[in-house]
């Protein structure tokens, strides 16, 4: 995932806005609806050239690159339920020219079964030079670890979500996307070079309610702690 999909994820807002009727979260997709979730990936691609989210963006705090003074470094929060990770899946292959075959939309479909995943576009607190001091501190202090795959950054500080569902709470680590670098214009006018990233919870609810208000209780790298609910009722 880079800048370019990040934008594609967080810039179509007032699409993203549209409220969904008739739906309902489907945790295992029947071959038909497998389909049609990629063919709505693939038409997105065809005829918008970008992907929107619709209801399935629940938050967003930032426009685009712009900060705003006190800016969180959630920028927005989405819901990848089984149906709309396939689309989108499928739209990111037509994007790269190589559209999902059957054969691969039966596999990716199984592979979500019972699972929604919870996106979190992020960026750094601050400037890349002292978020990489900041990180070294945190190392040294024992409340970082440093990852084994990818480069050191504010994503190392990530913990444990929660997710909480007809009285039932269920746990989910993270995984992430980046860290990339960006530049971002700041409330001053100045722009500055952040780190970002999608970090990603993913809870199997397999035994559990799928519809009705489900609740996400998550810290950011700086310990604040952010509760997004959403109705399962009304996405797909």
Do not use: C
Not at 3 to 22: D, E, F, K, P, Q
Not at 26 to 43: F, I, K, M, Y
Not at 48 to 59: D, E, I, M, T
Not at 218 to 225: A, E
Request: hydrophobic letters at 35%; charged letters at 20%.
């Amino acid at each position: 995932m880079n800048r370019r999909n990040s934008l594609i994820a967080l810039g179509v807002t007032a699409a993203a806005l549209l409220a969904s009727s008739g739906l309902a979260l489907t945790p295992v997709l029947s071959q038909q609806q497998a389909l049609q979730a990629t063919r709505e990936g693939d038409t997105m691609f065809h005829e918008n050239g970008a992907y929107v989210w619709g209801p399935y963006l629940l938050k967003t705090y930032t426009e685009d690159i712009k900060l705003r003074i006190d800016s969180p470094e959630v920028d927005g929060i989405a819901l990848g339920t089984p149906y709309e990770r396939l689309r989108y899946e499928s739209f990111l292959a037509s994007f790269q020219d190589e559209a999902l075959t059957p054969v691969q939309t039966t596999a990716l479909a199984r592979s979500l079964q019972n699972k929604v995943t919870f996106l979190l576009y992020t960026h750094s607190p601050r400037g890349v030079g002292e978020e990489e001091e900041q990180w070294q501190q945190a190392y040294h202090l024992g409340k970082v670890k440093a990852a084994a795959n990818r480069e050191h950054s504010y994503l190392d500080a990530y913990r444990e979500a929660t997710l909480t569902i007809g009285g039932r709470t269920v746990k989910a680590q993270p995984a992430f996307d980046g860290p990339y670098r960006d530049q971002f214009t700041l409330p001053t006018g100045g722009s500055d070079f952040r780190f970002l990233g999608v970090v990603r919870y993913t809870f199997n609810l397999t035994g559990l309610p799928t519809t009705g208000t489900a609740t996400l209780r998550f810290k950011d790298s700086q310990g604040k702690v952010f509760t997004q609910k959403t109705n399962l009722s009304q996405v797909r």
